[in-house]
């Protein structure tokens, strides 16, 4: 049988292998709602344009309504031999209300209805990470206010450079948070227009009414050109871009999780909620969580890669190419959005482990950048002649394999004999850190400051 929808010129079916290469219901059936409120919109707007009665486009909102309720209760039976969920949705409507479901289609093609289909769901899942990003910045910044003046060691190549506190390392989280959160929020702000009435790419010679179906949906506006709306994915890929770049924040932070919990260094501990056993080793407690929203980061980055490599080179307008858009993306953003509420869930639970923190901040030498500073600052020494004096110091605790605050200042002096006692009030870590009082550093009062600020910022929406 050839297809009722187009199968008009067709004088035989589709080939099995044909059916199944060109179907996309198993997966578009995820815009079901999108699409019968897209149809709503059209036949509201066809009646009010008088292209249908008023009569007929009740009985077709009714049918799309009915329609609504079979899909949401399980009821409705998808089929592949009518490839998508547009072709779906109207067959069973045909059923439900005869030859005028024929009608609905006016002024309508396929490849707008699908556009705006699509738009819609990218528009919710980003209004989702949005909200998402903003519960993990709000869990981070209620933790970086409580742990502000705990101390830890800063890392440069995974080395202790300098003592930092627990919660500006969280706030550095914030901050990247805060990047993706407003790309997210220009990625909704660029693609709210609608391509609905673009029609298969030329637009179309019934009087519609763009401006009303775009109000209908939510969109800012319609799309100024017809060729653009049909053959444009920007939305999706931008959507998938801002979504990897999060993901690389995500990883980040996952990976330093999965190091920190490590028995070797036992920075902070993970709650029961977010961590598994082994089948084997009875004492082993694993960061899955955290391995796992490091790994999701390949599905997004693969999802974005696909996409842009479907739509690279496509002549305009519509080509068949572009239903492979709909799989890649639902696969990145549901990942995107898995991470961000596993990482909260996560940095709600965690607890760091102050004492270890702290201990594991002093050690390293990492308080040799205060010694130089205090050399400047106290004995007006150039800071070049303050960063020698003070790695030969380093030296001498290497030599006497003691913390730079255990070096007698007997021997500091044979390096510099104007070194006074006063010196080793800069060498502990909590005075170091509170030294660093300059915009953006990780003197506990700024700490505060800044998790306080971020706390009434994400309060405001
Ligand atoms: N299932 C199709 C898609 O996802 C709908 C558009 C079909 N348009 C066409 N000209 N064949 O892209």
Not at 385 to 391: I, L, P, Q
């Amino acid at each position: 049988m050839s297809n009722r929808m187009w199968g008009g010129r067709f004088a035989e079916g589709p080939d099995a292998i044909m059916e199944e290469i060109n179907a996309s219901i198993d997966y578009d059936r995820k815009l079901y709602r999108q699409d019968i409120a897209g149809s709503k919109a059209h036949v509201r707007m066809l009646a009010a344009q008088q292209i249908v009665t008023a009569e007929d486009a009740a009985k077709i909102a009714d049918g799309l309504d009915t329609i609504l309720s079979e899909i949401e209760e399980g009821k409705f039976t998808f089929s592949r031999a009518l490839e998508d969920i547009h072709m779906n949705i109207e067959a069973r409507l045909a059923e439900l209300i005869g030859p005028t479901a024929g009608r609905l289609h006016t002024g309508r093609s396929r490849n707008d209805q699908v556009a705006t289909d699509f738009r819609l769901w990218v528009r919710d899942t980003l209004d989702t990470l949005d909200q998402q990003l903003s519960e993990l910045m709000q869990a981070l910044a209620e933790k970086a206010e409580i742990h502000a003046a705990d101390v830890m060691p800063g890392f440069t190549h995974l080395q202790s450079a300098q003592p930092v506190t627990f919660g500006h390392h969280l706030l550095a989280y914030v901050e990247m948070f805060a990047r993706d959160r407003s790309r997210v929020r220009d990625a909704r702000a660029r693609m709210n227009e609608s391509p609905l009435g673009a029609a298969a790419l030329a637009g179309t010679s019934f009087p519609i009414d763009r401006k009303a179906t775009a109000e209908a949906l939510g969109f800012d506006r319609p799309t100024a050109n017809s060729l653009d709306a049909v053959s444009d994915r920007d939305f999706v890929i931008e959507a998938l871009a801002a979504s990897s770049i999060c993901a690389v924040h995500l990883s980040r932070f996952a990976e330093e999780i999965v190091i920190w919990c490590s028995a070797q260094f036992g920075f902070i501990k993970l709650s029961d909620k977010f961590s598994t056993g082994s089948s084997i080793m009875p004492q082993k407690k694993n960061p899955d969580a955290a391995e796992l929203i490091r790994a999701k980061t390949g599905r997004i980055f693969g999802s974005l890669q696909g996409l842009l490599v479907v739509m690279k080179g496509l002549p305009l307008a519509y080509s068949k190419d572009m239903q492979e858009d709909k799989e890649q993306a639902f696969d990145g953003l549901s990942s995107i959005s898995l991470a961000l509420a596993a990482m909260t869930g996560m940095v709600k639970d965690l607890e760091p482990n102050t004492k270890v923190l702290k201990k594991a901040a002093g050690s390293g030498y990492s308080t040799a950048t205060d010694l130089a500073d205090w050399l400047v600052r106290v004995l007006g020494m150039p800071f070049r002649d303050a960063h020698h004096v003070t790695g030969r110091i380093v030296g001498i605790a290497v030599e006497r394999n003691c913390e730079l605050h255990k070096v007698p200042l007997e021997a500091m002096q044979e390096v510099d004999a104007t070194i006074t006692e006063e010196v080793f009030s800069v060498l502990s870590v909590d005075k170091s850190v509170r030294s660093r009082v300059s915009y953006g550093g990780t003197a506990p009062v700024n700490v505060r400051k800044q998790a306080r600020r971020w706390l009434k910022e994400l309060a405001r929406g």
